[in-house]
């Protein structure tokens, strides 16, 4: 790992968001799941006013920009839910998991934020762990991110 990020502070994160980015690189700090550091090499973590009222977070890898629904920002625990969700898909390479609950559950109606609360320990371990399950169908239900 010698060398990793070397003059890298890694990618511009909105004032909004520093909460539960931090939270995550702590996370990961220890844990240190397959892929974290790319973190550094990443380039913004924006809040996004542009975004559809469904679209909760998005992932972009080729602008290495993730994208968070301005929407959101008043929920504390909906908005660490998606800063994870999204950075498990522009920093870890994951995808959807779509047969059980899931920090990668790309939908929120099937279980309740008490329930992911509830789990957050359990849910956490599975996703540093590389947890998978099955892959989740090209149509999606809504809300989703
Ligand atoms: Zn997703």
């Not at 059980?100 to 789990?119: A, F």
């Not at 099955?134 to 809300?143: A, S, T």
Request: charged content about 20%; glycine content about 8%.
């Amino acid at each position: 790992m010698i060398g990793i990020a070397y003059g890298q502070n890694g990618p511009h994160v909105d004032d909004e968001l520093r909460i539960p980015v931090r939270s995550w690189l702590e996370d990961c700090e220890k844990y240190k799941p397959l892929g974290w550091d790319s973190y550094y090499h990443f380039d913004s973590i924006l809040v996004s006013d542009m975004m559809e009222y469904n679209m909760l977070g998005v992932c972009i890898p080729h602008r290495k920009t993730l994208l968070i629904n301005r929407q959101i920002l008043g929920d504390e625990f909906l908005l660490k839910l998606v800063v994870y969700h999204e950075m498990g898909h522009c920093m870890l390479g994951k995808g959807h998991i779509c047969s059980r609950i899931s920090l990668m559950n790309p939908t929120m109606e099937m279980y309740s934020m008490r329930d992911y609360e509830e789990l957050w320990n359990v849910l956490l371990m599975d996703y540093m762990n590389g947890g998978v399950g099955i892959p989740c169908p090209e149509l999606r239900c809504l809300p989703s991110f």
